[in-house]
């Protein structure tokens, strides 16, 4: 394998840590490497064990490593939750040169004059994102290097969070012995996998549904216009699953894994199974209806929650519908009821790699794609501070790039009838 550019994306998630290495050969990105551990130190999105998430974060990285024999030392980290907020920035300067062409040293400088403005004590700048560029008053511009001009102007996004929040990650992902070479807005980079450009410029509701938590993001005109998280996820599947029926959560989330369906009127009566009843060595028969009727009431309230998000932000009409991903999404049945209660136009998306063809990598690819692009827009200098180093016969010690940190330095009857669409009055108007 050729020494090429290698990008390693980290995905903390409540219920599993994600390492994914990808190489970039041209513009194209191929997967070499994954590497996933059970997320012990997260709950509800936020870390609440600091050691517990190092360690998780250690193991994912160690088979990450194994799967292709490098040493990584420096990731990509996805950050997310209700703490992060997006606001609207302008900046304007004069191009510098005396020829007037455009450089990158006018891209950076464009882009530092917009995140000048008030951000209190707590919060921190995370990232900036350009939406255009304007030079002498032509707009929609995506990258104005080598135009002449004499005034540049670039309106974007700043995405702040929470100072604590952030540290806490950061803290976590270094004394797991990485360097963190830079942060990305999760929801941003599973709409580059997830979103075509028609849906992101039509208007699309995407909802990353996880273990312990569900992202929801409105994507207009080609941006990210709002997100947010509602603390409920595949977890409190399980949950409802172990107290249903009597067991144990591990043996829960198998039955969910293994027999599990999110859609009643489709679910098949004679797929039966067998559940250790918790505290007795009794062992009872349940089938696949008895377990959807579970599941399906807890997935329709995340559902629901979602949608009530969605309104918050002020958007009662969605052209482009709903795009789901997420593990919870593996779920036979989950499109099939997300339809029955949106009445509305609902896909899953799956990212489309050789080893990591399944919803809980979405965020992860793309982390990697979303970070490169980014990268080239902005003029930053990838292949400097992203390297990983291979791991060499005599393990030559190499002196690692300073960490990037925040700012860039910074149909049967006896079942059951078919269910009429729920909430249809509810979405009437928000989905028509």
Known sequence: MDNGEILVSLDIGTSKIKVIIGEIIGDSLNVIGVGTAKSLGMKKGAIVDIDETVHSIRTAVEQAER??????????????????????????????????????????????????????????????????????????????RGMIGVRLEMEGTIITCSKTMLHNILKCVEKAGLSIMDICLQPL?????????????????????????????????????????????????SKDLSIGLRTTSDEAEDIKLDHGHAFYSDANEEETFEVNIIGSNQRQMYTQLDLTEI?????EEILVYSAREIQKMGYDEIPGGLVLTGGTMSMPGTADLAQDIYQSNVRIAIPDYIGVREPQFTAGIGILKFAYKNAKIQGKEFSEAVTVQREQAHHTEIEKPKPKRTKKSTNKQNVKEKKEPKLANFFKYFFD
């Open 67 to 144: 799967m292709v024999d490098i040493h990584i030392d420096q990731v990509i980290v996805g950050i997310n939750g209700n703490h992060v907020q997006l606001q609207s920035c302008h900046g304007v300067v004069a191009v510098s040169s005396d020829d007037k062409e455009i450089s990158e040293e006018d891209i950076h400088r464009v882009m530092d004059a917009a995140q000048v403005m008030s951000i209190p004590p707590e919060r921190e700048i995370v990232d900036v994102i350009p939406k255009q560029f304007i030079v002498d008053g032509l707009d929609e511009i995506r990258d104005p």
């Open 189 to 237: 980079a599973t709409g580059e996998v997830a979103l075509s450009q028609d849906e992101k410029s039509l208007g699309v509701a995407l909802l990353d549904i996880g273990g312990g938590s569900t992202t929801v993001s409105v994507f207009e005109d080609d941006g990210l216009v709002g997100t947010s998280v509602v603390p409920l996820g595949g977890y409190n599947i």
């Open 295 to 299: 599941i399906e009431a807890r997935l």
